[in-house]
Nanobody, 114 residues
Framework: VQLQASGGGLVQPGGSLRLSCAAS????????MGWYRQAPGNQRELVATILFNGLVTYADSVKGRFTISRDNAKNTVYLQMNSLKAADTAVYYC?????????WGQGTQVTVSS
């Protein structure tokens, strides 16, 4: 499974960005896709996950601001990020999990700064 993430960039505080991550290869119908992020000097942390059936989880720090969604026909997961804060600055990684295996995308930089 290969993952291609896109949509990062520079945005002002309070702004919005939408990340996308497309999976290719042998994709099983039962899977989990998610977004993680890693800021300089910090460990990689969970942002949000979404199961194949649409069940979602969010980190407390992004609840009410970020929305994860997916298009199973396109094997693509999205992360709509609103009301961005400086603390959201990080490299964002998508992950795809199936059959006990994890696959990571290459990461996309999100910088929130005025």
């Amino acid at each position: 499974v290969q993952l291609q993430a896109s949509g990062g960039g520079l945005v002002q505080p309070g702004g919005s960005l939408r990340l996308s991550c497309a999976a290719s290869g042998v994709i099983r119908s039962v899977n989990v896709m998610g977004w993680y992020r890693q800021a300089p000097g910090n460990q990689r942390e969970l942002v949000a996950t979404i199961l194949f059936n649409g069940l979602v989880t969010y980190a407390d720090s992004v609840k009410g601001r970020f929305t994860i969604s997916r298009d199973n026909a396109k094997n693509t997961v999205y992360l709509q990020m609103n009301s961005l804060k400086a603390a959201d600055t990080a490299v964002y990684y998508c992950k795809h999990s199936q059959l006990g295996n994890d696959y990571w995308g290459q990461g996309t930089q999100v910088t929130v700064s005025s």
